[in-house]
């Protein structure tokens, strides 16, 4: 587990000193042996391996984006300020009609 709590430490510290973490550049060394060795698409010539970089890749990139929106969670937490009803309501009446009027433009274009 020490492997583990480094591993976050790292990626903890490259999102906090940095606005675009460089962490989310290692998402690509799963398909590093396929760019180099694997002339094609790598899916052709070997699914399931690239089916576990895909993965691999995938899972570091929540992983990283987890991190992310905890940090920026954190660090946002003394700017939060609650909704209020009345303007959620507002807002909500708003975007339904702001919706409509594209909408309505959008159908009076395409009659012409």
């Known amino acids: 587990m020490k492997?583990?709590?480094k591993i976050t430490e790292l990626v903890d510290k490259d999102i906090a000193s940095n606005s675009k973490p460089i962490s989310v550049?290692?998402?690509?060394?799963p398909w590093v042996p396929f760019l180099i060795f694997v002339e094609g698409a790598p899916a052709d010539s070997y699914?399931?391996?690239?089916?576990?970089?895909f993965a691999a890749s995938i899972g570091w990139l929540l992983f990283v984006l987890w991190r992310l929106?905890?940090?920026?969670?954190k660090e946002l937490a003394p700017h939060h300020k609650s909704l209020g009803s009345a303007r959620f309501w507002a807002l909500m009446g708003g975007t339904l009609v702001a919706i409509l009027a594209i909408g309505a433009v959008l159908t009076w274009l395409q009659s012409d």
Request: aromatic share 10%; hydrophobic share 65%.
């Open 25 to 29: 550049i290692v998402a690509f060394v």
């Open 47 to 53: 699914p399931i391996l690239s089916g576990l970089a």
């Open 69 to 73: 929106f905890r940090h920026m969670k």
């Open 3 to 5: 492997l583990l709590g």
